[in-house]
């Protein structure tokens, strides 16, 4: 009001024409302030897009992007001083309070920064071989007055990693003991653990609240097994994951001990002199045996050119042996053991082997039968006897043979001698 007030008022000793033109004048000046002051205004620094969140995993690059228009043209006046200066961008690491770089100067202690400036509005801050302590918040910040800035947030990854000195190895139990197996692992987020078998087979979990179970796959730093069976030796796998790749795992051997137990498929076993024999016995043992064959005297049975001995492999802890005999004699008949002895104990299994006697095809005289069909039906029996046909067989077909003639011909008889007999009678009476 009080420039404007002096604005209206005539100085004395000024004409009229002289305070008009100075009136004029000076209304130029704040008309031209005023416009001044709304095109500034118009054109203040603006963030053109927002600053974006960055998820990383450790070791990697981190990247930063601020885009900032009206920038170059605007200037601030700096602390104690009537200089104007440019207004400029900085780059500040919110949660600790600290500057990390303004304009293109990196002003942190970090080789591992770095800020680039596209000479026209975009602002990029580089994090190269990124830390966990490089994660919080990142600020990009214009010094207007007032001040303006935007924020974003560095989130670090870290892909999981057993830890070894925390988690079991091998582990050897008796069957019907327990087993605790743990796995732990670090990265972040933190991993979750799975467990599963190396052959794909069910964990079988005694302890839960519904009794034994099955499953597949099994969570948690802790596998318990109770109760531990034969059937559940074998390699589990601690699978450790966060959704940062790559996953981790680690084997751990489950090794269960037992006496061993022998089982014969066939106690009896038949063959003839000169034919080859094979005597099988299946042998689960753990830790793993050593079996051998031996004679009903105690005497051992040594792999040469007529006994071949081999063990198949079928499971952990089940293995089959095998003792294969060539051309049998005489003097191999009779019983064989199978034997397993392990370092809780030994066992054994017996086969008798004995001498099978087959039939014999004696050759066929035609002088001792009435006809072809006769040689041909105790042909068809002495094949039956040869292949394992009843005994007696040969008997039957003889039987035939009499039986269709012999009572013929004493009806035959006995008619005529009734004949003759009448006759006799006749005359004589």
Known sequence: MTMNYFLLQQPKHTSRNQWLSRITFQSQVL?????????????????????????????????????????????????????????????IKADAKAILAIHEHVIT????????????????LVIRNVKMEDAGEYMCQVNTDPMKMQTA??????????????TSGDMMVPEGGSAKLICRAKGFPQPKITWRREDGREIIARNGPHGKTKALAVEGDI??????????????????????PPSVSKRMKLQVHFHPLVQVPNQ??????????????????????????????????????????????????????????????????????????NSIGDTE????????????????????????????RNTIAEDSLSKGGPRGQKEKFYGESSSSSQPTNQLLTTAILCCILLGTLSSIL
């Open 31 to 91: 008309v031209s302030i005023i416009v001044l002051n709304c095109i500034a205004a118009a054109f203040e620094p603006d963030f053109v897009f927002p600053l974006e969140n960055v998820t990383i995993s450790q070791g990697r690059d981190a990247t930063f992007t601020c885009v900032v228009n009206n920038l170059g043209g605007y200037r601030v006046s700096g602390p104690g001083s009537q200089d104007a200066g440019a207004a400029r961008v900085a780059w």
């Open 109 to 124: 202690n970090n080789d591992r920064l770095s800020v680039t400036h596209n000479d026209f509005n975009t602002w990029t």
């Open 153 to 166: 947030y560095l989130e670090v990854t870290i892909p999981p990693d057993i830890i070894n000195e925390e």
């Open 223 to 244: 596998l318990w097994l109770s109760k531990v069976t034969r059937s559940e030796m074998g390699a589990y796998m601690c699978i450790a994951s966060n959704s940062v």
């Open 268 to 341: 009896l076993v038949g063959a003839p002199v000169g034919r080859d024999v094979t005597l099988i016995c299946n042998v689960e043992a753990s830790p793993k045996a050593i079996n051998y064959w031996q004679r009903e005297n105690s005497e051992m049975i040594i792999p040469g050119e007529r006994y071949h001995i081999s063990e198949k492999e079928n499971s952990m802890y089940a293995v089959e042996m095998v003792l294969q005999i060539k051309r049998l004699q005489k003097s191999d008949f009779g019983g064989y053991k199978c034997i397993s002895k």
């Open 349 to 376: 299994g017996t086969i008798r082997l004995y001498e099978m006697i087959l039939p014999t095809k004696r050759p066929v005289d035609p002088d001792e039968y009435d006809s072809e069909e006769d040689i041909e």
